[in-house]
């Protein structure tokens, strides 16, 4: 009976995924269609919408496809591993030419990695890694470097108070724990300030990506901690649910409390723009074209470097205002 | 009353707890004309899970169980923010109210669609709710297109993130529909009739009760609770984001009406247990980020926590523990029941 209603919640949960994934099968393709014919048919399995930057890599990859003539299969975890992992091994069976998808943790993929091997279906990792040893498991890693942007994030930090003498108490509102941006912003963040004993991590707790988190976690922290100069978000829907708290504990964002955060979308961008934000860590999600690039050189046999990096930027609010009238996301 | 000790007494030790390991805790100060402080944060956050627990307290006393309330959260959320995304002005209360209705509008006929499949298709509340559970996130996508949706609109900010009378606006809802309840199910006979039907739905029916059209009200009742606490937490970040909003909040919800002493045999209810239920929930949430619980161990941290309390809550389990010191009562409800959650 278990298995039965599990069954039913999988093939559910990818109907749904698949429908509101839009018009991604060019052909209106049937569900066991791909393999054989000259298109090419690749299955992605996305980590969910839990973003405004999660929802623009969607476009991107979506996008490009269509742009590309590759037969996109999409389908969204709703950031469970369980549904990821699910995903995949339908791809499998379906017999897709390339299989591409970001990882919603880290560990626990050697399983279902060996069995699209044994399919002989190649895997591309996009935007987030996985620390399985064996890196013959999949043919390339296309995504950003977030020990990068932690640290990049972590040398403004230092820069803007070279002068200051006294401690400087900052929160951090962490990624989904357990998540490869999470670990490595994390990681490269606490490596630039660790330099100083005068910068303080005083809370650390995860707010798992979203705006509604960020706002609770950071009210929390407000209430415990009388005494923030900083707050590192590690992306900015965090950052701005936590601004409304911040506003709520009537103290001024970007000033009484200068704000780091990672990713660059519109609505974080606005905020920098509007001075709520003091920096930004762009963490670009317009992987699509290197993407579909990259599958076709897999499948014409072409040798593709195992890691290829997106190119990426950092923004003030200056630049914000700049940048603002032109950002697609 | 007796009854409600428990909880009552688990939620004192949790904030006990946070009287000795967080500074301010109990600080509680005007800021900007409202109300500023921990505990007016577990109240504010903790408002929507009591909404829903409260709807779910009922839907449990007949016997079933919603599962839905999660995605029916995520569709009102979504609904009435692509309705108020649409107006000319978003600060128009005609129009933000008319938004609202739209979606609890809509929360209701998902309710009753429940109901429907319950009480006169005969399917079994778990399935039949599974279904829109399951099917709801697909439909919250749909209505958001897959983004989030970020709107600017001081009426509807009030809902979830406002304040009236120095205090939370959430915090008053809650209160008026607690009150409406208490008043509905405990002065008039509505308590007695779902308890009846909970009890043996046959038996009831044969003397006289209309069991049918009851279980749905009692879903669409559910759903329309589970609605305005989806405005709830759209409004006080003001976005609805199809995937996230209400996320497994069917889980605490059932959790809260368990800690709170329903039974979930059907058959009895406590909206006071409930409404303590949820509170320690919220208060476990608030404590874990106040006391700085690594992210890697929450989970545990609240496995633990609630393990503990569904022992305390156990009958059998206290008989069992507390022999030596008291002369066993012979158990005067059901001894625990086996229940699975997440927290």
Request: charged share 15%; net charge neutral.
């Amino acid at each position: 009976m278990f298995k039965k209603i599990m069954a039913l919640v999988a093939v559910g949960v990818l109907a749904t995924a698949c429908g509101s994934g839009g018009e991604t099968t060019a052909e209106g393709g049937a569900p066991a269609s791909g393999g054989g014919d000259s298109t090419i048919t690749m299955g992605f399995a996305q980590v969910g919408a839990e973003s405004g930057w999660r929802t623009a890599n969607t476009k991107s990859v979506q996008e490009s496809a269509k742009a590309a003539g590759i037969d996109l299969k999409f389908s969204d975890a709703q950031q469970k591993q369980e549904n990821q992992i699910k995903a995949i091994r339908s791809y499998i069976q379906q017999k897709v030419d390339v299989i591409a998808f970001s990882p919603v943790v880290e560990s626990g993929w050697d399983t279902v990695l060996q069995e699209a091997k044994a399919a002989n279906i190649p895997v591309i990792l996009t935007d987030r890694a996985v620390d399985s040893p064996d890196k013959t498991l999949y043919k390339t890693f296309l995504g950003s470097d977030f020990v990068e942007e932690g640290k990049k994030a972590g040398q403004w930090l230092v820069e803007q108070y070279a002068s200051e003498t006294g401690d400087v108490n900052i929160v951090e509102l962490q990624g989904t724990t357990g998540s490869a941006p999470a670990n490595d912003r994390k990681a490269g963040f606490a490596e630039v300030i660790g330099a100083d004993p005068k910068f303080k991590v005083i809370a650390s707790q995860s707010g798992d990506f979203t705006r509604a988190k960020g706002k609770e976690v950071m009210d929390a922290f407000l209430k415990a901690n009388p005494d923030i100069d900083v707050l590192y978000a590690h992306n900015d829907d965090m950052g701005l649910g936590a601004i409304e708290a911040i506003e709520g504990a009537g103290k001024v964002p970007g000033k009484d409390i200068k704000i780091i955060t990672v990713d660059a979308v519109k609505d974080g961008m606005q905020a920098l723009a509007d001075g709520k934000i003091n920096y930004i860590v762009e963490c670009s999600p317009l992987l699509g074209p290197q993407l579909m690039d990259l599958a076709k050189k897999v499948l014409a046999g072409e040798t593709v470097p195992d890691r290829v990096v997106t190119e990426e930027t950092t923004f003030t609010q200056e630049q914000a205002k700049q940048a603002l009238p032109t950002r697609q996301y | 009353m007796k009854r409600l000790a428990w909880p009552a007494g688990i939620l004192a030790a949790l904030l006990l707890v946070n009287l000795i390991f967080t500074d301010h805790f109990f600080q509680i100060e005007i800021k900007d004309g409202h109300l500023y402080g921990s505990l007016i944060d577990i109240f504010r956050f903790g408002a929507p899970l009591i909404l829903v627990a409260l709807g779910m307290t009922l839907v449990i006393a007949t016997r079933g169980i919603d599962l839905s309330v999660g995605s029916v959260v995520a569709i009102t959320g979504a609904m009435a923010c692509l309705e108020i995304s649409t107006l000319s002005s978003q600060d128009s209360i005609g129009g933000v109210l008319g938004a609202i209705g739209i979606a609890l509008g809509l929360a209701v006929a998902l309710g009753v669609g429940n109901g429907f499949l319950v009480a006169i298709v005969g399917i079994q509340p778990i399935i039949a709710t599974l279904i829109l559970m399951v099917a709801g996130r697909g439909l919250a996508q749909l209505i958001t297109d897959g983004q989030i949706i970020t709107i600017n609109s001081d009426p509807y900010k009030l809902i979830g993130g406002g304040y009236w009378l120095t205090l939370p606006f959430s915090i008053i809802i809650v209160a008026v529909v607690l009150a409406l309840m208490a008043f509905v199910t405990r002065r008039l006979a509505l308590g007695l009739l779902i308890e009846s039907v909970g009890g043996n739905a046959e038996a009831s029916r044969l003397s006289g009760i209309r069991s049918h059209g009851l279980l749905i009200v009692v879903y669409a009742f559910c759903a329309l609770c589970a609605g305005v606490a989806g405005l709830m937490i759209s409004s006080n970040v003001s976005s609805a984001d199809g995937n996230n909003a209400g996320l497994w909040i069917e889980l605490d919800a059932i959790l809260a009406v368990v800690i709170g002493g329903t039974s979930l045999a059907g058959g009895r209810f406590s909206l006071g247990g409930t409404v303590l239920g949820a509170l320690i929930i919220q208060t476990l949430t608030t404590t874990i980020y106040s006391i700085g619980v690594p992210p890697e161990t929450t989970l545990l941290f609240k496995a633990l926590v609630v393990t503990i309390v569904c022992l305390l809550q156990s009958p059998a389990f206290r008989a069992k523990v507390f022999r030596s010191r008291r002369k066993p009562a012979p158990p005067t409800v059901p001894a625990g029941e086996k229940v699975t959650v997440r927290t």
